[in-house]
């Protein structure tokens, strides 16, 4: 009887252990994210500080490439909107991952309460 | 006691781990400041270079060739240079323009700095605070027992260090700890008195209260029992006794004002007299500030001379007075009388509401919307409005028997009528308070028969008087009056239907 609930118990510790994972790396993309966003956003301000008699390259690869400078604050006006999708993605999902291992561990307590009751039992039966 | 010292070592066991947590977050802000100032002195330095690199047209330098060999080369298009704007993005620009960059990128990093000093000011602040809870908590332990025997007390001392930590920057954390201490003195020496205290304060705010609730109870009361006479005595006569208890009560509830309300009208007038030259002084200056709420009712009326007709009595005095001041102000008058009961009377929006009457079946009954227009014949405004009072004014000359002031505008005929009316009201009262009614009531009676508007016109104004006399009868002795013009409203409607 303990045993078996103990296999239980172990196994959702194990989940329990991934969620966390899964937290916390939900949670440092998001921080990443928030920096490229800083970083972008700087970008289009320094950009919009140019005018049309500079030439804009973009670093692919090991080449810079040239790029018209319009199309420039285009893409990255497109990248910031990118990253603020991502980040309300990573938002609710960040809720939603918190809310699931509130749970998780509400039940792993219970699990563990069971674990000891019937440890308890046992002992007292033997 | 056990479980309170157990408390207490949790207590301080959280209030370390919170402040070394806080630590934490300070010695992190600090990194970061620290690391952000080497980004901006880095900024300054390349600054400096953009701003002195296009001084030459060529520098002759040693360029790295390699990690480990170096080659004398030359340095040309001092001009020109390509700036990394981040995420990959490079610009080719000139120095100027760079410098441009750098500046607003310096602009940034002085930001952030800025954003992390305050932060860390505002942890720095909290480590203090806990530091100081650390301290008192560590000395609760001498002090146990005080700390238990006033288990309120703690609650007081929770309090305070809540209100100290809403303030932590602000506040330093000797004052903080001043204060705890101090508080605890407090609780030590005094107990429970400053608790009292505060009880004490609440409790005669909370009489005064009950007393202003009370007062308003009653001036309910009046009302109703104003409203039942109405329905139950057509006539004016039979409003007499109604009148007369209604007075007895108000004697009952408002002893101060018991002598004013039996003798006579002349005396009443006396008694208000002092209050309306003081509104009168008051409204030279402004008239409408000197009566506070009430004024602002009247200012926007035409009624004074309404008011004055019906309560002509009481008001007297005043109009006189105010003739020799200022012949436009007169209209205010009325209300100063008002405004003396209102005074009193309108504390809340709510009494604003109650000044607002609907008559229906002869029953007073409070509007539901004082901003709607009423139709006139339904409705009726205690405090007379500027449409209401040039309806009247026009239904006066019609019906002419018992209004005084058809040919004259409204400031002169207030004052006119203030004078005539009143001495002729007054020989009438002598006998009974009643009795100017009386007078009144003659007026109403041809006016039904003569037209249906005319019939209106009359329950308006008498419900306008009653109401007033309502309000004076709350704070002086009128209220007789009240009642009688009602009901001769109320006849007058009962009649038509």
């Given at each position: 009887m303990a045993e078996a609930i103990q296999k239980k118990l172990k196994a959702e510790v194990e989940k329990f252990r991934q969620m966390e994972k899964d937290v916390s790396k939900s949670v440092s993309t998001r921080q990443k994210l928030e920096t490229q966003l800083a970083e972008n956003n700087i970008v289009k301000e320094e950009l919009d500080l140019l005018d049309t008699t500079n030439t804009v390259y973009k670093l692919i690869g090991p080449v810079l490439v040239k790029q018209d400078l319009d199309e420039a604050k285009a893409t990255v006006t497109k990248r910031l909107e990118y990253i603020n999708g991502e980040i309300q993605r990573y938002e609710s999902l960040l809720k939603d991952l918190e809310k699931k291992s509130e749970q998780h561990r509400e039940l792993l307590s219970s699990l563990q309460q069971e674990f000891q009751k019937a440890q308890g039992l046992s002992v007292g039966k033997a | 006691m056990a479980e309170k010292g157990k408390l207490s070592n949790e207590h301080l066991g959280g209030v370390?781990?919170?402040?070394?947590?806080?630590?934490?977050?300070?010695?992190?802000?600090?990194?970061?400041?620290?690391?952000?100032?080497?980004?901006?002195?880095?900024?300054?330095a390349l600054n400096h270079r953009l701003k002195t690199l296009p001084d030459q047209l060529s520098y002759e330098i040693t360029v790295p060739f390699g990690p480990l060999a170096f080659m004398p080369g030359k340095l040309?298009?001092?001009?020109?240079?390509?700036?990394?704007?981040?995420?990959?993005?490079?610009?080719?620009?000139?120095?100027?323009?760079?410098?441009?960059?750098?500046?607003?990128?310096?602009?940034?990093?002085?930001?952030?700095?800025?954003?992390?000093?305050?932060?860390?000011?505002?942890?720095?602040?909290?480590?203090?605070l806990a530091k100081d809870l650390e301290n008192i908590s560590s000395g609760k332990g001498d002090f146990i027992d005080i700390r238990e025997?006033?288990?309120?007390?703690?609650?007081?001392?929770?309090?305070?260090?809540?209100?100290?930590?809403?303030?932590p920057n602000s506040k330093p954390k000797l004052d903080a700890i001043l204060d705890l201490k101090e508080e605890e003195e407090e609780d030590e020496n005094k107990g429970e008195d400053g608790g009292k205290r505060v009880g004490t304060i609440t409790e005669e705010e909370l009489w005064a209260r009950l007393d202003e609730l009370e007062k308003l109870?009653?001036?309910?009361?009046?009302?109703?029992?104003?409203?039942?006479?109405?329905?139950?005595?057509?006539?004016?006569?039979?409003?007499?006794?109604?009148?007369?208890?209604?007075?007895?009560?108000?004697?009952?509830?408002?002893?101060?004002?018991?002598?004013?309300?039996?003798?006579?009208?002349?005396?009443?007038?006396?008694?208000?007299?002092?209050?309306?030259?003081?509104?009168?002084?008051?409204?030279?200056?402004?008239?409408?500030?000197?009566?506070?709420?009430?004024?602002?009712?009247?200012?926007?009326?035409?009624?004074?001379?309404?008011?004055?007709?019906?309560?002509?009595?009481?008001?007297?005095?005043?109009?006189?007075?105010?003739?020799?001041?200022?012949?436009?102000?007169?209209?205010?008058?009325?209300?100063?009388?008002?405004?003396?009961?209102?005074?009193?009377?309108?504390?809340?929006?709510?009494?604003?509401?109650?000044?607002?009457?609907?008559?229906?079946?002869?029953?007073?009954?409070?509007?539901?919307?004082?901003?709607?227009?009423?139709?006139?014949?339904?409705?009726v405004c205690s405090d007379t409005s500027e449409s209401s009072a040039a309806d009247f004014d026009e239904r006066r000359m019609i019906g002419r028997s018992f209004s005084h002031d058809d040919a004259t505008t409204h400031s002169d005929t207030s004052d006119g009528i203030?004078?005539?009316?009143?001495?002729?009201?007054?020989?009438?009262?002598?006998?009974?308070?009643?009795?100017?009614?009386?007078?009144?009531?003659?007026?109403?009676?041809?006016m039904p028969t003569a037209v249906p508007h005319l019939t209106i016109t009359p329950p308006a104004l008498p419900t306008i008087m009653e109401r007033k006399q309502e309000e004076v009868a709350s704070d002086v002795a009128p209220p007789k009056e009240a009642p009688k013009r009602v009901s001769k409203f109320k006849a007058a409607r009962l009649q038509q239907k």
């Open positions: - | 370390v781990r919170l402040r070394e947590e806080q630590e934490k977050v300070v010695k992190d802000c600090e990194n970061r400041v620290q690391h952000w100032k080497k980004v901006s002195g880095d900024y300054e040309v298009h001092t001009n020109e240079v390509t700036a990394l704007l981040g995420d990959n993005w490079f610009a080719k620009c000139s120095t100027k323009q760079a410098q441009k960059i750098v500046d607003h990128r310096t602009k940034y990093v002085k930001s952030e700095i800025d954003d992390l000093l305050k932060t860390m000011k505002n942890f720095e602040a909290r480590v203090g025997d006033s288990g309120n007390i703690e609650v007081a001392v929770t309090k305070g260090r809540k209100r100290i930590a809403h303030k109870e009653q001036q309910q009361d009046d009302q109703d029992r104003l409203s039942d006479n109405a329905d139950m005595n057509g006539d004016m006569n039979d409003e007499e006794t109604s009148s007369s208890s209604s007075e007895e009560e108000k004697e009952a509830a408002l002893p101060v004002n018991g002598q004013s309300l039996k003798p006579s009208w002349t005396s009443a007038p006396h008694g208000k007299l002092p209050p309306c030259i003081e509104s009168k002084a008051e409204e030279d200056d402004d008239e409408e500030e000197g009566n506070g709420l009430p004024t602002i009712f009247f200012s926007h009326t035409m009624e004074p001379k309404k008011v004055r007709i019906n309560t002509g009595k009481n008001t007297m005095l005043k109009f006189s007075e105010r003739k020799e001041q200022h012949s436009k102000k007169k209209k205010k008058n009325g209300l100063n009388g008002h405004s003396h009961h209102e005074l009193h009377k309108i504390s809340t929006p709510v009494d604003i509401y109650r000044l607002f009457v609907d008559v229906k079946n002869g029953e007073l009954i409070p509007r539901k919307s004082i901003l709607k227009s009423r139709s006139r014949e339904n409705s203030t004078e005539e009316d009143s001495p002729t009201a007054v020989p009438l009262h002598p006998a009974s308070r009643f009795e100017a009614f009386s007078g009144t009531v003659v007026e109403k009676d041809p």
